[in-house]
């Protein structure tokens, strides 16, 4: 690389820049109407791999103060997610015997989408939530919840009151978290001696090998594969002992974590180590045709919205989310091809997508409207939506999928 790099896990100096999607605004950072006024904030979006301990990472980083303050990403808008939460709850009860005398604490809690299932089996829980407005809707639930980043320091006033965890849980938070040796440390410390740390993140495996180049944005700093976490893990006196793969957000890794020696480590571990050395997730090789694929959906989404445009068909997208600003912006699709974008959160409606200025409406719109196209900016949840808009769908309407080919259905 000809920048500067230093790894954020093993302090690798050795870079290999693997995509540059060029200077892009923060990925949910909803515009109102009235900010188009103000210059909306940019920087740039490149993803690099250590040759030291191959971590996939992005080489620039924001503040998550500037982030995550305020936030309108809130879980309880798919069911999908919430019945995610449902089935993990019932099994973290069940395999690991959790009772009124447990205690749960959840990092990056949203609106207490998960811990909620906890409260109703009268299992102690703390969410930890950094974006005030939506701390508010979780302690509405009945959840208690801390208003602050996850780190050592906390994580070591918590144990000092005697809020250890049996079971400390994260879901999409952990690629979130810049120091990720400080994250790490405070699982370790919050912790109690035979509790389990259960995370969920997208697996770099799955982006690289389905070129999900849009599940790539500021927020997200680290794409992981086991590879590159085991000594992360390592280091801080932790053993990663199961892993599990998950179809959720384009593919992603359930991992389970304990102190040193408390779990023995499972075949899954080992199987899936061995299953990344064969593809070489730790050799340049590996990564190198990956930006060329982005490239080839770019021109291919383009070329069937530019033909679909010019045959005089009405164009929307569907899915106000951080992956959708990420596709947007770098291929470039505004007001000239699109003429809004529906999503079902309310806290999103009548506000503008970032870069391109797109107005959000309410999903009901799509069959009011009836656009001869949508666009499904998150195609991860695609099973679900494409089932809550049948009546758009019966009434001829049909969606572009865009990832990991574009195709019409």
């Not at 006033?157 to 005697?162: N, P, S, T, Y």
Request: with cysteine; hydrophobic share 45%; glycine share 8%.
């Amino acid at each position: 690389m000809s920048t500067m790099f230093q790894c954020r896990s093993c302090g690798g100096e050795r870079g290999a820049l693997i995509l540059d999607l060029g200077v892009q605004p923060l990925a949910n950072n909803l515009l109102r109407p009235q900010d188009l006024a103000q210059a909306e904030p940019r920087f740039p979006l490149r993803l690099a791999v250590c040759q030291s301990c191959w971590l996939l990472q992005i080489t620039d980083l924001v503040p998550p103060v500037t982030l995550f303050s305020e936030y309108l990403y809130f879980s309880s808008f798919s069911e999908a997610m919430l019945q995610h939460a449902r089935q993990a709850a019932q099994r973290y009860r069940r395999e690991f015997g959790l009772d009124s005398r447990s205690f749960v604490v959840e990092i990056a809690s949203n609106d207490g989408y998960l811990l909620q299932n906890f409260v109703a089996a009268g299992i102690p829980c703390l969410g930890i939530e950094p974006a005030t407005n939506i701390a508010k809707v979780a302690r509405d639930k009945g959840i208690e919840t801390l208003e602050a980043f996850f780190g050592l320091a906390l994580a070591r006033r918590l144990a000092g009151e005697g809020r250890q965890a049996d079971l400390l849980l994260g879901n999409n938070v952990f690629a979130h978290a810049p120091d990720t040796n400080d994250f790490v440390a405070g699982l370790a410390a919050l912790l109690k001696p035979a509790g389990r740390v259960v995370l969920e993140f997208p697996y770099a495996v799955d982006l690289i090998e389905h070129t999900e180049f849009d599940t790539i944005y500021h927020e997200h700093v680290f794409y992981f594969t086991l590879t590159a976490l085991r000594p992360l893990f390592g280091r801080h006196g932790l053993d990663i002992f199961r892993v599990e793969r998950l179809p959720i957000h384009g593919g992603s890794l359930r991992l389970f974590a304990a102190h040193r020696g408390a779990c023995p480590v499972e075949e899954s571990v080992t199987t899936l180590l061995a299953e990344e050395q064969r593809k070489g997730v730790d050799s340049v090789r590996y990564y190198e045709g990956f930006a060329r694929q982005v490239l080839d959906i770019k021109a291919n989404l383009r070329a069937l919205l530019v033909r679909l445009k010019q045959a005089g068909h009405r164009l929307a997208a569907y899915g106000a989310s951080a992956k959708g600003s990420t596709l947007l912006n770098f291929v470039g699709l505004g007001t000239e091809t699109l003429d809004f974008v529906a999503d079902r959160s309310t806290y999103k409606q009548g506000r503008l997508t970032p870069g391109m200025h797109l107005p959000i409406v309410p999903a009901e719109e799509l069959a009011r409207r009836r656009p001869d196209y949508t666009l499904l900016l998150t195609w991860n949840f695609a099973d679900e939506i494409l089932a809550q808009q049948s009546a758009y769908r019966q009434a001829g309407g049909k969606f572009i999928i865009p990832i990991p080919v574009v195709r019409i259905v």
